[in-house]
Every structure is written in C-alpha cells, then in structure tokens.
Nanobody
C-alpha cells in the first residue's frame, strides 16, 4: 500500500518561510510527476508547483519567485520551500505523486493527507 506523508506545515508570520516535505512509501516501482496543491475551504484545490522525474518544474503565477519545488528521487520525497509567505498563502497543502506500484500496473495518482499552513499578518 502506497502512502504519502507530509510534514512541515505550521503557523508563520507574513514574510517568513516554511519548508514542506512529502515522502512516498510502500510498494513503489517508479514515480513520475510529483506536486504540491493547496485548498482553502469553499474553494477548489489548486496547483502550487509541480516537478517531473527529470526535474522540470512549473509554478502557479501567484507563487513564482517565492516558492521552490525540489525532489530527492532516492528518497521518493518532494519538497516545497516557501519564502516571503503572505496571508493569502494560508491553506491546506497536499502533495501528490503519479506512480506505478509494479512494472505491469498502470500509473496512478496518490495524495497525501494534507498539512495546514497558516500565515498571520
């Protein structure tokens, strides 16, 4: 059974920084894309940043220049470094990964349980 476990959320003042981590564990043959999404109650979940297995990244325009996504393929882990945080960054942050559990199974998307990030003004 595959699990994605996030850590690193919390409360920070505006202008501060946080680093989120998400480790995938369990029966994993290969991981393709990984990413971070966020959701505010009443709103749709939105993409924050994504990274391919080869390290190509993409960002939402609202976080470009402030957030950095990276991954450690040996550890099946994706990170999100968040700098210059703003109150509007407050949300539950979810990681996801597109992976295969064996060489003969299909690619599937897995999600973490979410971690709360709160930025005070």
């Amino acid at each position: 059974q595959v699990q994605l476990v996030e850590s690193g959320g919390g409360l920070v003042q505006a202008g501060g920084s946080l680093r989120l981590s998400c480790a995938a564990s369990g029966s994993i043959f290969s991981i393709n894309d990984m990413g971070w999404y966020r959701q505010v109650p009443g709103n749709k979940r939105e993409l924050v940043a994504g990274i391919t297995s080869g390290g190509i990244t993409n960002y939402a325009s609202s976080v470009k220049g402030r957030f950095t996504i990276s991954r450690d393929n040996a550890k099946n882990t994706v990170y999100l470094q968040m700098n210059s945080l703003k109150p509007e960054d407050t949300a539950v942050y979810y990681c996801n990964a597109v992976l295969r559990e064996t060489s003969y199974t299909l690619w599937r998307t897995y999600w973490g349980q979410g971690t709360q990030v709160t930025v005070s003004s």
